[in-house]
């Protein structure tokens, strides 16, 4: 008998986790986007004639895009449902991986990318909130952060298919190189349309449109027969509380909930990790290494950030989110120290620099990296949870934007030292925040998270009650 639970906990285990992996490679479209440019870049410097801003703004202006998409995720998601709205990003990611590749001018290929943007801007959104709606609580925490080993894992593997593009003669890297390392983006971004045929909606959002039924099958299943029933029982108590309005976000009990998204949001950025992601090379140029070398030191940062972002799917949901947080917060914000005095020094030890780059980039990849994003989407109630998690995730990529478009301007303006010093403040800034505001999600459901934020500032309202 009790074999006979253990088989049918682990079969729906396997499901939940198949489902998972699923809407994760939409994660490894946002890795390919984001690392892909990186080798593309000198190339078309050359061949369009390029100068710094338009150089920078090549780089930066997929961020824009995200920013709209994710802007847009919220709401329609909320209204025609998680699994479309994922179908469409890949569709529109595709679009703009073959606009990109096949541009002959600038305004196009800043448009393409603008284009793939959106897809990612939406994917970033909606793959951590589906996978939370739909997992059991005790694995959520690992099961989300699927999401961000695929982007990893996007990251470091489009750098090895760069390389292997880009052997050609140099005329031909020159016209033609970049081309199919932008376009071959619809590879994966057609694979992910495909497959996310095989998953089923997510039963919070059905069981909000009204539609139990289906929801009750889905929980059945994820979760089997009788979890199903308590389950869909929860989720309805909790929607039957909330008002559907964004309003509701402003009230004290969830503006919380609203400041704990946001200010994690642009924390995970302005602790400085896409200095280090998109311009790692310049920063290693800086300490005087060869080209090889910055090549070398690239590979490597891409190989700790996946060891230990793995390091942190198991920890997860054993340690905690909060837990994960600081600890990262605080070798952060020392590494970051050690590499601002190490170029403020007469003779800067690129062996040092190297070392504690390296540090805080496996600190992120324990704690700020998955942590933020499975974060965001646990936090909000259920009828609003798509919009509300838009707006931490807009938060996030404009400061994504800030970060990346100001780095290089810092960088040759007050120089590293400075720069990695304010990023190490607001490592400070990180761990004060945490410690006192970010609630622990371990363990918890989604709709115990919901009334946890009633009951801590008391705002259990009237209207809000159950009658
Ligand atoms: C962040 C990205 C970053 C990546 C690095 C993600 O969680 O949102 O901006 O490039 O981690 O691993």
Redesign the pocket.
Known sequence: MEQQSLNRDQIHMGFVTLVSVVAAVGGLLF?YD?SVISGAIGFMQTLFHLNDFMKGWAVSCLTVGAVIGAAFAGFLSDRFGRKKMLVVAGLIFSIGSIGSGLANEMTVFVTARIIGGIGIGVT?TLVPLYIAEISPAKFRGRLVSLN?LA??IG?SAIYFVNRAIASGPPEWDITTSWRWMLGLGIIPGVLFMILLFTVPESPRWLQKQGDSSRALRVLERLNGPTEAKAQLEEINESIKRETGSLAALFRPGFRIALVVGVVLGIL??VTG??AI?YYAPSIFQNTGAGTNAQLTETVIIGLV?LVF?IISLWLIDRVGRKVLLLIGAAVMAISLFIVGFEFNSASPSSMLILTFILVFVAA??IS???V??LVISEIFPTRIRGRATAIASVA?WAA?YLVSQSFPVLLSGVGPAKTFWMFGVMSILAFVFTISVVPETKGRSLEEIERGWGRKTRINHPEHRPK
């Open positions: 890795g984001t970033s961000q982007v990893v990251i995970q950025q990790i896409n992601m950030n972002t992120f990849a700020f990296g998955p933020v994003w996030l994504d």
